[in-house]
């Protein structure tokens, strides 16, 4: 029911930034919420972030916390992911998720899923 289409990856320095956006379509996209997770070479996808239906409520896993926010527009139909202050171990393929549910924070609660976009940190 959910098309997602990430962008803004790319290569960046250690201590630098990048922000992700998320192009989302489909019928339940203004009441889904919508989460960001990762998945390095040879280890599980992560979750990274979340944000609520409404975009009230916000989630992040404690190695993104104060560096990281999420942030949607439903308006636009887009969800993005500000992320600074990265770091090597940030460097994995980032997708953006949504749920059929108003509030999301695990990956089995995510149904719809992206392609995925590249994000290398170097030192």
């Known amino acids: 029911q959910v098309h997602l289409v990430e962008s803004g990856g790319g290569l960046v320095q250690a201590g630098g930034s990048l922000r992700l956006s998320c192009a989302a379509s489909?019928?339940?996209?203004?009441?889904?919420?919508m989460g960001w997770f990762r998945q390095a070479p040879g280890k599980e996808r992560t979750f990274v972030a979340s944000?609520?239906?409404?975009?009230?409520?916000?989630f992040y896993a404690d190695f993104v916390k104060g560096r990281f926010t999420i942030a949607r527009e439903n308006a636009k139909n887009t969800v993005s992911l500000q992320m600074n202050s990265l770091k090597p171990e940030d460097t994995a393929i980032y997708y953006c998720a949504a749920s059929r549910l108003p509030v999301a924070s695990m990956s089995n609660q995510f149904g719809s899923w992206g392609q995925g976009t590249q994000v290398t940190v170097f030192s």
């Open positions: 489909g019928r339940t996209v203004g009441s889904s919420a």
């Open positions: 944000i609520s239906w409404n975009g009230g409520s916000a």
